[in-house]
């Protein structure tokens, strides 16, 4: 799993949780264009992604990630504090698994994750 967001104390959190609880192996990018160096050189089976990011947002990720050959097959779950509906409908537009609300119970950061990617267990 990469986890990538711009705020390193959410990062180590998610981090946290998915290994700990989960007994994921994680990776962590804090830009776009390091998520996407990250998912070319990791063995990566998912990416949970913040969508506001300066610089390379989320959205402009997805597109850096889907455009590439090497990582365009590898599931994506945006990570959003934006609760709106026409926010959520945009970003629903783009080429993703799921979204997720921030902020996110570490306790139950995994399953949820697990569920939006249809993993059988998380």
């Not at 998610?14 to 776009?32: H, I, K």
């Not at 590439?68 to 994506?76: K, L, M, S, V, W």
């Amino acid at each position: 799993m990469l986890v990538v967001d711009d705020e390193e104390d959410i990062l180590e959190i998610a981090r946290l949780s998915l290994e700990r609880l989960a007994g994921w192996s994680v990776v962590t990018a804090s830009s776009g264009p390091d998520a996407l160096q990250m998912a070319r050189t990791e063995s990566v089976e998912a990416v949970l992604l913040d969508v506001m990011m300066p610089g390379t947002d989320g959205p402009a990720t997805v597109a850096l990630l889907k455009a590439d050959e090497a990582t365009r097959h590898i599931p994506i779950v945006l990570l959003t504090a934006k609760a709106q509906s026409s926010d959520r409908q945009e970003l629903n537009k783009l080429d993703i698994a799921g979204i997720l609300q921030k902020p996110f119970d570490p306790v139950s950061l995994a399953g949820e994750v697990a569920t939006v990617l249809g993993w059988d267990d998380g």
